[in-house]
């Protein structure tokens, strides 16, 4: 009598299994499969990404060599949102560039000496020697902004900052400083979703502060001292470059360009396209329009 087949078992290079194991392994292997083809797919894309911005790289060399010719000073902030995209910026900005020719400075938390000084004093303290350029994440602006919402700063102080920092800025362009000011705007739910990004990825999580986690239920407040920051510090000597990080990449893409159309040097590759994306980077001014539009609009401001 023939042996008898199992129609629940199945063999499988010389195993025996049954069919249900069978498909559970099926299952999983497809899911595998599919996960290293995204991953793949997502390296690919991280690299041409990466790859786009290196002409526009080697032309910050370029810059820097400019700079340290003429003997020129270059200071480029970096304000905006949390959560938008400005060290990321900084990083490509850098990457390349000759360290002996720059410097980021971050600056904390104010000391207890720092408090009792001029509150430029801190900034002044690392600015650019002849031929270097320094970026600023956060500067001077932590008065209009983080201070401002969270009353770590008292109103005089405030109205102080807001006054003089026109006259401030405008000493250093007049005294030959090439000074950049870029604000990087996200929408509040790309905010919220790079924020529960940082809450669950352990390499990210040191990014999460503690006015990272109040920045969704003061929108609004950031939304009205950006406006009035706006339009009182975009000026001729010294505007504001809007830079709209929702795709990160395109917003470095198009930070750095900003940055080399404010030096007038000569280019590496004249051939490169140097237009900025308007879908990106907005004047300080047309920003100032359009948040006032939509105060109209829907009553209050937005962005």
């Not at 290196?54 to 910050?60: S, T």
């Not at 938008?84 to 020719?101: L, S």
């Amino acid at each position: 009598m023939a042996d008898e087949v199992n129609p629940e078992q199945i063999e499988v290079d010389g195993k025996t299994l049954s069919l249900k194991d069978y498909v559970q392994e099926h299952e999983v292997l497809a899911s595998e499969n599919a996960t290293l083809k995204a991953r793949q797919k997502k390296a690919i894309k991280r690299y041409r990404r990466e790859e786009e911005l290196k002409p526009f790289q080697a032309e910050l060399l370029k810059l820097q060599q400019f700079l340290e010719e003429r003997q020129r000073r270059m200071i480029i902030l970096f304000e905006g949102r949390d959560a938008a995209g400005k060290g990321g910026t900084i990083r490509r900005v850098t990457r390349y560039m000759n360290e002996k020719h720059y410097r980021v400075v971050a600056l904390g938390k104010p000391t207890e000496e720092q408090k009792t000084q001029w509150y430029y004093q801190k900034y002044v303290s690392t600015f650019p020697r002849a031929g270097e350029t320094v970026l600023f994440d956060r500067s001077w602006y932590n008065r209009a902004m983080v201070e401002r919402v969270f009353n770590y700063c008292s109103e005089k102080e405030y109205y102080d900052f807001m006054r003089g920092v026109v006259g401030f800025e405008r000493d250093l362009v007049r005294q030959d400083t090439i000074l950049v000011k870029l604000y990087f705007s996200v929408t509040k739910e790309e905010q919220a979703r790079r924020f529960e990004r940082r809450k669950t990825d352990p390499l990210r999580q040191w990014k999460l502060s503690e006015v990272d986690l109040q920045a969704q239920d003061r929108w609004d407040d950031f939304t009205n001292v950006k406006y009035e920051m706006l339009k009182r510090t975009h000026t001729i000597d010294a505007p504001w470059t809007v830079v709209r990080s929702n795709d990160k990449h395109l917003a470095r893409l198009n930070a750095i360009k900003a940055i080399l159309n404010a030096v007038p040097c000569e280019r590496h590759d004249p051939s490169l396209d140097f237009a900025l994306d308007e879908n990106i980077i907005v004047s300080g001014s047309r920003e100032l329009e359009m948040m006032e539009v939509e105060r109209v609009r829907s009553g209050k401001f937005t962005g």
